[in-house]
């Protein structure tokens, strides 16, 4: 599942709220994130107009004084049954404009005569890139947690199938999942501008086919400096 996503630096000040996907110039900067540092999250403030917060990815948990990234995704088909989703999902959601998104192929690992498999695994980073410049809204829903360092905004990235073209390299992975990315017009349905109730709501989450307009190639620095010899570490229980 993504892992990591850029999006770009100056986005507080450049964005056009009303249209957020719009190109960018190719020379902007762009920001990397990963679980446990900060993205701007557009979202509804309390007078329900469109605003930009800085939040934390990851519904984290305290162990031991420090701060640890208990879940990072929610699934699409569990936003409503889950205990631990469902009131974020109906009060609390958000979109994240993104340049691009990775994800991980799962690829064998060889011993150094290069033909002998090894029986491990390494991850090759994909990255996904709108070939025009354009950016994508990956739909996200987010609490407000009280922890030792005060209080901070947290977000979980919304998950679905994976797409066509995902699927294509993600086969090593049995649950194949790729970030929730909302179509244009699903933006206001999203953020909860039009009334919108939860199966409306539910529907904006659906496997999104771009048809040919992403760029998916493996990183240049897609190499694991570790092969894997142990199963994943699973994200806890959603119920």
């Not at 410049?133 to 905004?153: D, F, N, P, Q």
Request: net charge neutral.
């Amino acid at each position: 599942m993504c892992g990591k996503f850029t999006y770009m630096a100056t986005w507080a000040e450049v964005v056009n709220f009303s249209a957020p996907l719009a190109g960018r110039p190719s020379n902007a900067p762009e920001e990397t994130a990963t679980p446990m540092r900060q993205a701007p999250v557009l979202h509804l403030d309390a007078h329900g107009v469109r605003a930009q917060t800085a939040m934390r990815w990851g519904f984290t948990a305290e162990r031991n004084g420090r701060l640890f990234p208990d879940h990072i995704h929610a699934r699409d088909d569990k936003l409503l049954a889950s205990r631990l989703w469902r009131p974020h999902f109906l009060e609390r959601r958000g979109i994240l404009v993104v340049s691009s998104f990775n994800e991980g192929e799962e690829v064998p690992t060889f011993k150094a005569d290069r033909v002998t498999p090894t029986g491990n695994t390494r991850t090759r980073q994909w990255t996904i890139r709108p070939k025009e410049g354009s950016r994508l809204a990956i739909a996200v829903i987010y609490l407000e947690a009280m922890t030792s360092e005060g209080k901070h905004a947290e977000f979980v990235m919304c998950t679905t199938p994976a797409n066509k073209g995902i699927s294509g390299f993600v086969t090593g992975d049995p649950d194949q999942r790729m970030p929730a990315v909302l179509s244009a017009e699903d933006i206001p349905v999203w953020l909860g501008e039009t009334g919108a109730g939860p199966d409306a709501l539910r529907a904006c989450l659906r496997p999104f086919e771009d048809d040919g307009a992403w760029d998916m190639r493996p990183a240049a620095n897609s190499r694991s400096p570790r092969a894997k010899t142990g199963p994943k570490r699973e994200q806890g229980d959603l119920f």
